[in-house]
């Protein structure tokens, strides 16, 4: 699985609570949950995650509450992968549940914003085509990967049963 894109770049503990506002969690629609992705860190989020389809952040990515809704809503508003420093282990989970890949890499501070990227999922690699760089990371295990490549937990088991 090869995934290409520009970057939206973010620094370290982006919590749940400005991934996902407590104020729309009656939201129950996926499509009507990303409408307010990122709004209170970053407003213009949604126009920018337009042409631009990869999270890059630093360290502890997702922490805060649990909630479901901040990985949700980053899938449906077109975010492809993320790909920070560290993630805050609910949030990991969660987003693997909902399809949405993210990437744990040691150098994802290097990537810049706006950077036009290559990821090579199964290989372990980040290329940085606007530096001319490369990164590398260690990949998912294969039954997380059925799991990302399913859609989320749900189709996969439903592919299962």
Do not use: W
């Amino acid at each position: 699985m090869i995934i290409k894109g520009r970057t939206i770049k973010y620094g370290d503990d982006i919590n749940t609570d400005v991934i996902y506002p407590g104020r729309y969690l009656e939201i129950t629609e996926p499509e009507e949950m990303a409408k307010h992705a990122m709004e209170d860190l970053d407003p213009d989020f949604l126009n920018k995650v337009r042409e631009r389809n990869i999270i890059v952040a630093g360290k502890n990515f997702g922490c805060g509450s649990s909630r479901e809704q901040a990985a949700t809503c980053l899938k449906y508003a077109g975010v492809d992968a993320i790909i920070a420093k560290s993630f805050a282990r609910i949030f990991f989970r969660n987003a693997i549940n909902n399809g949405l890949l993210v990437i744990e890499c040691k150098n994802a501070d290097e990537i810049n914003d706006g950077d036009e990227i290559e990821i090579d999922v199964e290989n372990g690699v980040i290329k940085d085509l606007s530096q001319g760089k490369e990164y590398s990371f260690k990949a998912l295990p294969p039954f997380l990967m059925e799991i990302i490549k399913a859609g989320g937990l749900i189709p996969y088991v439903r592919e299962k049963i």
